[in-house]
């Protein structure tokens, strides 16, 4: 089974399914043994450098070298950066490449001509209209496509000697608001109407038409418009949009027929291959109303409105259910509630297992401030806590290295799109999804893994608050050098569970210890020596008490243990074991002393109304008595 690998970038939030179509029509109609991987990016979407960075790192996922021919559509990646570190990716790679809308490198280029069709569009304002003034209104200066166009308008016009004025030009986005603002500028700088517009696109047309209405102004009264790409709002604008049509199906379609012909027939691919586009004058340029039946076109957007309200209903429910989750996998459950409208044949969440890091409180003594997600790439293991599949009941995959053999399909005419996840810059994973043409087709894919995305992203950080504040308050009421409950932290966790056990009818000891002669050591054999002394202590208690006890150094040499005890035998036998670890913690770690300890212990009975305090007071009395007794010997 053959495998292409489509890279591509959409436009804005738009993600286009033409190319993916044409590709996965042709394949059927073949029968080729050929599948289909895209790997798309909605790079140029947002203002933020980090998030578009980040929306670019899925064309690292893929082994190039894994595929029999790779096609890209870069047109619209906005990162220099990108579009070199890609370009070297795919040229490493010895396999036949396409490159889609745009001469890229020394890649075989597919798509529309776009020098002959700017060309076409402006010849028939000049002969037919007899337009001898223009003004452009274009897109990006860098863009291929833009370039193509540019070079037909300002070829044609010199040709035909015609005044052509840099002022006249306009560089800017393929956006509506593009056409809007140019215009506006251009007539308030010359209050002087040109014979026609000529726009990069559609939307850029009817920015064009808008503006014109604020100064009174009508097209094509006034002056002519043309526009390009010919989508639906074209002929349902009033007026109807003169345009170019370009079935951008067929240019996928072209595109499977070429590495066909190069798989099968050994023939060389052409360095410029172009598909058919017709050109469609309407009335904003002046020619006759056209009576286009667009009553297909408006149902198909009525029934496609109503469904995308539907999906944006169950993607806010979606949403509301994921605020509500209290970690990551749960958020993750949420998904299959959504998963009928998208259609999708399997769909798999693959997450970095960093994402996890915070979700259990652990390590007490030092504090985590970064997770170090990767930046550039993905981890060679990822965790797989969502795998769906229609045509089957369970999986057991739990992690993947990569994307194959996970994702192989047995099925030719596959169409498996992947999509990034990643908080600003930082990369977490990825969804898959096979079967993806119609949540393609229908706009779903930007609003879905924007929903989950920003889920994980609430809950990361939420857990991570949590994290902290529990690093935080462990660091306040844990003593740094035992690790175990310092004096402030006894008095919530001593009273709690001392509280709790007389309640239940429990006894507890209340064991007071003190360590010998700790000036004595310090002064004498150092303070390193003192710090060995006053751990051995908290780890005897640690090794002789209960798990749920609680142990708490108080200051410098005092400490206390409490914990469940029945009888006095029981006492005497934690003491001697305490002892006796002191004296073979002394012997192992050759101090030039024997570790000692003074401790007094007393028996709390719940039927006995006594606070802790006055325990406590107890046994340190005991304890103090001992000492006390030490030194007379002595």
Not at 49 to 57: G, K, L, P, S, T
Not at 213 to 231: S, W
Not at 277 to 283: A, G, Q, V
Not at 581 to 609: M, R
Request: glycine residues 4%; hydrophobic residues 40%; proline residues 3%.
């Amino acid at each position: 089974m053959r495998k292409i690998a489509l890279l591509m970038d959409g436009w804005g939030s738009f993600i286009t399914t033409a190319w993916s179509i044409g590709i996965i029509n042709r394949i059927k109609e073949t029968n080729e043994d050929v599948n289909l991987y895209v790997f798309n990016s909605t790079g140029n979407w947002s203002n933020d450098v980090n998030y578009n960075m980040a929306e670019y790192n899925i064309f690292r996922l893929p082994d190039l070298k894994s595929f029999d021919a790779i096609i890209l559509e870069l047109t619209n990646v906005s990162e220099k950066r990108v579009l070199e570190e890609t370009v070297k990716r795919v040229k490493e790679v010895n396999v036949p490449v396409l490159s889609i809308s745009e001469v890229l490198a020394d890649f075989k280029y597919v798509g529309v001509d776009n020098y002959s069709a700017s060309v076409t569009s402006i010849e028939h304002l000049y002969n037919i209209h007899n337009c001898r003034s223009f003004y452009f209104i274009m897109g990006p200066k860098d863009n291929y496509e833009n370039k193509e166009r540019v070079r037909g308008i300002t070829e044609f016009m010199h040709s035909h000697n015609l005044d052509f004025s840099e002022e006249n030009l306009c560089y800017d986005s393929f956006a509506f608001e593009s056409g809007y603002d140019n215009f506006t500028r251009l007539y308030n700088a010359n209050k002087n109407l040109p014979d026609a517009v000529v726009c990069v696109n559609d939307d850029v047309a009817m920015g064009v038409c808008e503006a014109a209405k604020e100064f009174g102004l009508n097209v094509p009264r006034d002056f002519l418009v043309t526009g390009f790409d010919n989508f639906d709002k074209a002929k349902f604008y009033m007026p109807k949009l003169t345009t170019t049509q370009v079935v951008r199906e067929n240019i996928g379609y072209k595109c499977m027929d070429l590495l066909c012909d190069y798989w099968h027939k050994n023939i060389e691919i052409p360095d410029k291959n172009y598909i058919d586009y017709t050109f469609l004058p309407r009335e904003s340029c002046g020619c006759p109303k056209h009576s286009e039946d667009i009553s297909v076109a408006a149902m198909e957007q009525m029934i496609y409105l109503m469904e995308n309200d539907k999906f944006s209903k169950d993607i806010m429910a979606m949403s509301a259910r994921m605020g509500k989750c209290n970690n990551v996998n749960d958020i993750i459950k949420c998904i299959k509630r959504v998963l009928p409208l998208l259609k999708c044949d399997a769909m798999c969440i693959a997450l970095d297992p960093k994402i996890y890091r915070y979700s259990s409180k652990v390590d007490t003594h030092t504090i985590t401030t970064s997770v170090d997600f990767k930046v550039k790439g993905y981890p060679n293991l990822l965790n797989v806590p969502f795998f769906y599949d229609k045509d089957a009941e369970a999986y057991d995959i739990t992690s993947i290295r990569g994307i194959f053999p996970t994702f192989e399909a047995d099925v030719s005419g596959q169409c498996m799109l992947f999509l990034p996840i990643h908080f600003g810059k930082l990369t977490v994973g990825f969804i898959a999804v096979r079967g993806a043409l119609f949540m393609m087709l229908k706009q779903y894919t930007f609003t879905f893994v924007n929903a989950i995305q920003i889920a994980l992203e609430a809950e990361f950080y939420r857990e991570k608050i949590d994290y902290m504040n529990h690093k935080l308050k462990q660091q306040s009421i844990m003593d740094f050098m035992t690790g175990i409950y310092n004096r402030l932290g006894y008095s919530e966790a001593g009273n709690e569970y001392f509280n709790k056990a007389m309640e239940m009818g429990r006894k507890v000891l209340i064991m007071y210890l003190d360590l010998d002669r700790l000036k004595y050591i310090n002064d004498n054999f150092g303070h390193e020596n003192g710090d060995i002394a006053i751990t051995s202590i908290s780890d005897a208690m640690r090794e002789y008490s209960d798990v749920s006890s609680v142990m708490v150094r108080m200051g410098g040499d005092e400490f206390i243990l409490l914990q469940e005890c029945t009888d006095e035998s029981e006492v005497n036998r934690l003491e001697m074991n305490i002892r006796n670890y002191l004296k073979e913690k002394s012997a192992v770690k050759g101090l030039p002393f024997v570790i000692d300890v003074s401790i007094g212990s007393v028996i709390a009975d719940p039927v006995v109304e006594k606070l802790l305090s006055e325990y406590e007071r107890e046994a340190e009395i005991k304890m103090y008595n001992e000492k006390s007794s030490k030194k007379v010997m002595r």
